[in-house]
T-cell receptor, first 112, second 112 residues
Framework: DAKTTQPTSMDCAEGRAANLPCNHS???????VYWYRQIHSQGPQYIIH???NNETNEMASLIITEDRKSSTLILPHATLRDTAVYYC?????????????FGGGTRLMVKP | DAGVIQSPRHEVTEMGQEVTLRCKPI?????LFWYRQTMMRGLELLIY????????DSGMPEDRFSAKMPNASFSTLKIQPSEPRDSAVYFC??????????FGPGTRLTVT
């Protein structure tokens, strides 16, 4: 799996957009970008995934650059409950087992 | 849907004792994963099953660890004998055959 690079931590004001970057410069053509988050004392939670096009769901938006070497997860109106560690993972869905390799992630602190 | 169920939620045991962690995946999911999370090493995949068959156990730290999945609705992770360095949060996750995994609440294990 291609490796990802994320900032260790970020702060965001409550009600503002949180933009979490991820670099994946060695991503291959078949690999999707997945985002998970882990709120304190809970298991990781799936947020969103994409291949080439930008994606949006009820939780977030995912913006993938045209060369696919980086992406940004956007929480449009961050709340205190969005404080969590956010993991960016690249994965080829055709590989057996659909294993995920979690890195260090970005610790997002949403402040009042 | 109750989600992934893990038991016990907390386990405190003495070094040398046998520990058994239990997981009930989401009904209909055909993949099951066991992870371990520590401050030092982050979230690590230990083993995963596909259709009740162990596919990759390369993450299992040593022979003291074993995992079974006797049927589609139950899996166990056993540590025998346990050691203080096994103290961690152990997560079980299930998936319907995609990389979108659903995590349980975890079992916090403390070995004294």
């Amino acid at each position: 799996d291609a490796k990802t690079t994320q900032p260790t931590s970020m702060d965001c004001a409550e009600g503002r957009a949180a933009n979490l970057p991820c670099n994946h410069s060695t991503i291959s053509g078949n690999e999707y970008v997945y985002w998970y988050r882990q709120i304190h004392s809970q298991g990781p939670q799936y947020i969103i995934h994409g291949l080439k096009n930008n994606e949006t769901n009820e939780m977030a938006s995912l913006i993938i650059t045209e060369d696919r070497k980086s992406s940004t997860l956007i929480l449009p109106h961050a709340t205190l409950r969005d404080t969590a560690v956010y993991y960016c993972i690249v994965r080829d869905p055709n590989n057996a087992g659909n294993m995920l390799t979690f890195g260090g992630g970005t610790r997002l602190m949403v402040k009042p | 849907d109750a989600g992934v169920i893990q038991s016990p939620r907390h386990e405190v045991t003495e070094m040398g004792q046998e520990v058994t962690l239990r997981c009930k995946p989401i009904s209909g999911h055909n993949s099951l994963f066991w992870y371990r999370q520590t401050m030092m090493r982050g979230l690590e995949l230990l083993i995963y099953f596909n259709n009740n068959v162990p596919i990759d156990d390369s993450g299992m730290p040593e022979d003291r660890f074993s995992a079974k999945m006797p049927n589609a609705s139950f899996s166990t992770l056993k540590i025998q004998p346990s050691e203080p360095r096994d103290s961690a949060v152990y997560f079980c996750a299930s998936s319907p055959g995609t990389a979108k995994q659903y995590f349980g609440p975890g079992t916090r294990l403390t070995v004294t």
